[in-house]
């Protein structure tokens, strides 16, 4: 029993600490990509900690599942939006070099 | 209980319906409208004619509808209502005959007897209106039918005269309707002549019933055109001479003057309005109007203007009998509201036909005309002379009964005014009368209009030959039975009975 | 409340015009403006037979789902609601055949507007579904449906005008709506209950009650145009379509002031104060004045009518003042009542048809010039008596110059006005009716002056002008059966307890 | 202090703030924000309440209540969007130019 | 200790509720005001509305946060130099011109500070208890489903729900009163990037069945027509991101049936029952529960089929050519 607890404490304390990171990131990081870069990377992370240690918590396998593909279309969308949101930066840039050099 | 029967409507309808189709007819369509016109003029006036008959049988007519509440819409038949409806609608008649003439080829002449129907219908609903509310909506409704007839000519001056009289009418109108309303909320509904209402509240609520009574007698005196309000009445004179005719002689002036009639008598009653000293105050502005009106018409140079002038002051004449008590002030008020009718239209179609056979519009300009128009100027001739008040004229009865009730009454200072008057008006209408008659033409003329061996054109001279012996029978046969002044007399009578 | 006669109308009168407005939608223009008419045809000969019902059997009412209040809704149509039902009715069915000809000759040139129909007869199920609405939540909905197909109907020009006055107005309604909601939050909160009637019964005095009040109030006072946010009203109806303007300015704002008049009279008595009163009675005063005096300082004719609705509208919300007493004064009959009551319908009924009647009139010329400045008016006159005449006629009945139903709601309100003791406002309603008189005869006025030389001039379908004529004289023609009407209203449940919760209110304002 | 009275005042916040925004606030966009944000104040209110009087269950009444009112407000406001972007199509206006 | 959580949420909301009319740039506005609707739906969760908050999450938040965040591709993202005015009053003390305007600000934030005093106490004074659940409770039994509030909303407050169904169509159709733009126009084609499609295509199943479970559960969970048919709407708008405009496929009779079907068919259904003597929307209770289960999926289609097409209507109003009215 205690110890089931204290993994999940264990597992959301680093996920925290994970979402942490990713928010200073996101503010102290200079560019877009970086700042990209810290959004998605530490703050997916930082949700599969948390989502493992309420699985943990929990402690059903039917919950387990659930938590896992809530992470799991997570992890899809906000990668693909990260993606594109670098797409569209780059795209503008490359525009912008044009229009200076043109 | 009172009958109620729809022949007081069918004398309203019998001119509104033709409004209304010749307002839908074509302006082309000349020949169909003259017939609505005369057929409406000669139907109201056989309507009136017949209600008269019955009710001097001693039948009672009434017609009401229930609006809402206590709003009742209400027609009643009474020698008084009856008297002027039956002068409305002979002059309408009239008129009409004479309007055709007048504005042959013209244009809008569609809207013009539209809105002339209509105005008579206005006049006609005033005089058999049975209580305060439908006076009212009759009254206002007059405001509108005549205001296209003011600004008929379409010219700017038209139309800002236009704007004059229709802010003193509608503003007249205004307090009239707070008056109305407030009348409403004292005493609720009022039929005319139940004066015991205001008798058994008048100690409840002097204060409030003062108020009224001047904000009607305010909202009246627009149109009867009492000193300081009758600043649109020398204005509107850009309308066409018919117009200006009815405007003077019926629709409007009259519609005042009667109110302020019903007012006093009906209403509030004499007795009241004597003892709450609300007769003094309108005979103190009655006679000043009387003064101011004549004294003002005599620097008029414009022939149609020292008529409004005239007609101010000749209006006062009616509520001055009014404001003394007395029968015999009261029949020559009654007696002058037609009286003045008969006179002042012959003035204003004689003012007519010279503008249009000779394109005269000032006095100075009528040098010799008598000659060339002797009907016309012969007609004017009797008028004026009644207007002065020279026997046997219908103006002299009407002053003398003035002048004798003002006796009776002890009021030698009206007499005073009666006097004074009377130069007045010699000294405004006999120099035109000498023009006429004993100057020289300055040169030759050509007259624009002429119809045969006729002076002027058939329709235009038969109105006011019509009109011109009408006011000397008037004061000819004024002792006959069923004389305006006989009639005058029994309503006065009844009025002191009570 | 369930022992009244249940009736099927009140579900039809809403699903009918919404049924055909889905049907309209599967057609293409000409075939959706035939459905669309048939349809406005269709719901006219419902509310005509729904009035009917109701003058044969009293109030009726309807019990959706079969769960009564204060789980389910309730719809009752009594007779104030089927006096508002058949006035949108009459006035709809002529805007209707106005429209429908309207569109035809747009067609050639902005090629119909094929959204007018449905949007006009979710309108009128809105509006249907309002005056039937016994529930304050359900009353909220209807104003949302209300007020969305009114925006949207009002930018249906796609003018950039049009755009930005809708916008306004909608910001406007929405945030009247939200105000409105809140009130029925606190009020749900505080009696657990929506419906009109439980809530006349078990509403109780206190803070809530009273911010509930003042929140319903100022929300239904933004959607109606009342004094101080009236700003949305004037740009939204002069920069609309002739027909929808009609609509916006006949029906719409009316919707806001029936559940206003509803809830005064209904729910609140318990909180109504005589500062309230006067406080809307000021507000009203106000936009009399200032409304009408914009009126006669604009230019072209659909701001004058526009600025117009604005002062009408404050004519309205003069009626409440009238209901409450002041604190001391006691009144033996109800007679000032039912005078102030008669005022507020009579207001209603008859502004709906003369504003409709100058909307169209307006529309009718700016088709035949391309634009309404009233200076060019002079040389319409001899090609348009018609309009000519229902500008004058409906003119006329705005002044409220007798016999017009103007007249009698000005009538009414000034007896109310002294009945009730507070003379003040006469003063405001007989400036008003000078001001009205002003701009109306500067319009009228031009009928007689001269044709300058001729505009280029398009001729407009005769059967336009005969609509907007019709109309015109409806403003007269309501004040013949007014009798029995106002019987009719007298025999209301709503007016029974009406007066007696604004009875109670009194004496609570006493105190 | 009952949790629903911290949520039943803070309704009242917000509802004054997005009251004050729609007539504060500039651009349009803003505006319809604030008109939402007044929504959810009001719709706060109602669960709010909802949750004070719960038994078995909370008061479904103002649940259902406040689904309705999301979806009109969200509609209203989806359409004030295209009035707005299309203003600034027409005209390139982010605000009345005017102010009230 | 849980209290501590809901005091904070609620400071969170107010504070994001005020920053987000605060913020200079617009897109920051937009941003927060995602933050917020997601704050208010954590708000809803705590106060045990679980389907409030799907609904705000799902249509408040997500539809309408999506078309902001379209809208902003639109409006110049440029700061507005008025906003920043408001934020700082002294910076409009400064300027000549704001002058004027601080009497009207000052007026009206005592205006709402004195509103929201009053506003504060009344929500104070509400008195205890007094809803409608015992009643709900008592007559849960014979609405055909399990979950209150689908009992409420489909049901006992059927009239309701019906013409809220009516006002998203409603909704749609200003939105083409606005641009006057064909319903099915075909779009511009959007970005064809690869991944997004894919992305795209292995969601739409995804949602679809998450929509048909919400629909499902509605009768005896957290759930129902609304929530389903945003997600449902949702396939729609992504698809149309991946540059799919299913809309463009169906036939314009077919569209517009798909929009109208929930709201025709539960009319008509009431219209039925109706005839058959009894009110509208009383349906039988032995068959309320497959009825209701009907609906709610006929409203779900035309709720998603409306979303679908607002968001396409407003995508696409930015590439239309300026001063083209567009009224065909």
Known sequence: MMIKEVIAIILLVVGCFFFLAGTIGVLRFPDLFSRLHALTKADNLGLGFIAAGMAVYIASPLAALKIFFIWLFTLLASSTSCYLIARFQKEQEQSKNRKEQG | METTSLLPLLIIISSIIPGVLILLLREEQVALRTFLNLFGAVAKVSLIGWVFAGYLRGEEYTFSYNLALDLTFSLRVDQLGLFFAALSSVLWLVTTLYAIGYLEGGQHRRRFFAFFSLCVTASTGIALSGNVVTFFIFYEFLTLSTYPLVVHRGTDKAVKAGRTYLWYTIGGGTVLFLGVVGLYVVAGPIYFGQTEIIANLISVYPTQLTILFFLMLVGLGVKAAIFPLHGWLPVSMVAPAPVSALLHAVAVVKAGAFGIVRLVYDVYGIGIAEQMNFLSVLAVFAAFTIIYGSLRALYQDDFKKRLAFSTVSQLSYIALGVAIPGVLTSTGAIVHLVHQGIMKITMFFTAGNIAETYGYYKISQLNGIGRRMPLTMGAFTIAAFGMIGLPPIAGFISKWYLGLGAVEAGSYWVVLVLLASSALNAAYFLPIVYRAWFCEPEHEVVPQLRSGRLETQALLLIPVVVTGILSLAAGVFAAMAGSPLSIAREIAEKLYLL | MTELPISPYPALLVGLPILMATLSLFFRTRGEALVGLIGALLTTGLAIMAFVEVVQRGAVIHILGGWEPPLGILLRMDPLAAVFIGMTALVGVFISLYAWRYFRALETTTGGLPLFWPLWLFLWAGLNGLFLSNDLFNLFVTIEVIGICAVALAVLSGKSTALSAGLRYLLAAITGSMAYLFGVALIYGSTGTLDLGLLGQVLEPGTTTTFALLVITLGLMIKMAGFPFHFWLPPAHSSALAPVSALLSALVVKGAFYILLRLWMEVFGVSLTYAAGQFIGIAGAIAVIWGSWQAFMQTSLKLIVAHSSVAQLGYLLMVFPLLILAPGVTADSADWLSSAWTAGIYQVISHAFAKASFFLSAGIIIMALGHDRIESLRDLVGHMRITAMAIGIAGVSLIGLPPSGGFMAKWMLLKGIFLSGQWWWAPVVLAGSLLTAGYVFMLLRLAFAPAREKEPFRPVPKSLEVFALLLALGSFLIVFPADSLIQFLESSEVFGTGVESILKGGVHGNN | ?100 | MSILIDILLAILGVYLAMQSLLASRLSQSVFLFFAFGLALALAWVRLGAVDVAITEAAIAAGFLGVLFLDALRDFSPRDTEEQQNLTTVQNSLSRKESKSLLLPRLALVLGLGLFLLIALEAVWKIPEGGGLTAAAETLLPESGVEHPVTAVLLNFRAYDTWLEIGVILLGLLAVFAVGGIQIYRKPIAAADDPLMRQVILFFTPVLFLFGAFLLYIGKSGPGGAFQAGVLWGAIGILLHFGGIPVYSWVPRWLGHLLLTLGLVFFLLLGFLFMAAGDNLFEYPPAYAGLLILIVETLAAISIAAALTAIFANLNQMKKEQPNDTAQK
């Open chain 4, 1 to 100: 202090m009952e949790i629903y009275q911290i949520y039943s005042l803070t309704s009242a916040i917000l509802f004054v703030i997005g009251l004050g925004g729609v007539f504060a606030a500039r651009h349009f966009i803003k505006k319809i924000i604030a008109t939402i944000i007044m929504g959810g104040g009001v719709f706060l209110c109602f669960v709010s309440f909802a949750q004070r009087d719960a038994l078995t269950f909370a008061d479904p009444v103002p649940h259902a209540l406040v689904i309705t009112g999301i979806v009109v407000a969200v509609a209203s406001a989806a359409f004030a969007l295209a009035l707005a972007r299309r203003i600034y199509q027409l005209t390139g206006e982010e605000s009345f130019t005017n102010d009230k």
